[in-house]
């Protein structure tokens, strides 16, 4: 524990910012690593001579910042943590840093079943991290899911996340290939929920380095066109859902219209393309007939 006046930190920060990188990820660091929230710090910033405990020493949150900037590691990687709706996610590079625009997953779930103590079967087709499937069971506690992926390095990430966030036990988690893991649940599920990857190979070529070179390519990468995996899961879904079980998918920016072709194609009804906070067609939902 080191303490340390709130001016000197400021002035140690201002030094570090003016390195590169941006005020959010600073504050991210400082926050998993050095144990303050933001919003305290800021209330410690009102009187400079405050004095602020920090979990670590500066010079090993420098050398963290330092990495993060030079070579252009994402600061949650590096922090091993990220913060996702009301959950605090261990992240490593076998798993997507869980994004913002999908937490309305779970907004679109609680708008189609509604009250928490309402009891259905859900499969998240591709966990990752485990943040939505963990936020579901936590949230319907009365309900069942399973969590699949193709990399079990991600399932078990996904494992001690849920673990960690809950001593609930209505969540599995199964390895394997989109729907193979689910072979025993063939027309019993009422929801399927996948962020698959939907990067076009020529995008995915084009990617920011602190994506291409530190996220995991088979959770980005969606084919040639990035409907690849898609397509699969849709084409599947009828074996596996329920009469009037819904599907939900997050989609790239500009794949929406294509995804709702899918949809109607392979006989699904109340189709929607239901946008994310940029205004962007994200996410397609429809039922199975
Ligand atoms: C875009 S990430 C989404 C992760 C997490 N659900 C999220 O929203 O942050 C896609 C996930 O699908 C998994 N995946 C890729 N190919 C798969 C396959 N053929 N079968 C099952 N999972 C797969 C990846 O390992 C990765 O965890």
Redesign the pocket.
């Known amino acids: 524990m080191l303490c340390i006046s709130v001016k000197e930190f400021l002035l140690w920060k201002k030094k570090q910012i003016s390195k590169g990188g941006d005020n959010q990820s600073f504050d991210f660091l400082i926050e998993c690593i050095g144990g303050i929230p933001k919003g305290d710090l800021n209330l410690l910033s009102l009187n400079s001579e405050n004095k602020l405990y920090l979990k670590k020493n500066l010079d090993h949150l420098e050398s963290i910042w330092n990495d993060h900037l030079l070579y252009s590691s994402p600061i949650q990687y590096l922090c091993g943590l990220t913060f ?1 709706r009301n959950l605090k996610l261990k992240v490593t590079d ?6 913002p625009e ?1 937490e309305l ?1 779970v907004d679109i779930v609680f708008k189609i079943f509604g009250e928490k103590s309402n009891k259905f079967f859900f499969a ?10 963990i936020a579901l069971a936590l949230s319907y506690p009365l309900s069942d899911g399973i969590a ?4 079990q390095n ?1 399932l078990e990430v996904a494992i001690k996340n849920y673990r960690n966030s809950s001593k609930q036990s209505n969540l599995r988690f199964i390895c ?3 729907w ?2 689910l072979e025993s649940f063939k027309g019993k599920l009422d929801l399927a ?6 990067i076009p190979k020529d995008t995915y070529e084009k990617l920011p380095k602190e994506v291409k070179n530190f996220e ?1 390519k ?3 990468l969606g084919g040639e066109d990035g409907l690849k ?1 898609i397509r ?1 899961i849709i084409q599947k879904a009828p074996i596996f859902l329920k009469e009037k079980g819904w599907l939900i998918l ?1 989609n790239h920016f500009d794949q929406g219209e294509k995804v709702k072709q899918l949809f109607i194609k392979n006989k699904f009804t109340s189709i929607e393309i239901l946008k994310d906070f940029s205004g962007i067609g994200r996410f397609t939902i429809g039922r199975y007939k």
């Open positions: 996702w076998k798993v997507l840093i869980p994004r999908t997953i998240e087709l591709g966990t990752g991290s485990g943040a939505i499937s699949t992926d193709i990399d991600a394997g290939n989109w193979s893991p929920i996948s962020n698959p990857p939907y995991p088979v959770a980005l995996h699969e997050e």
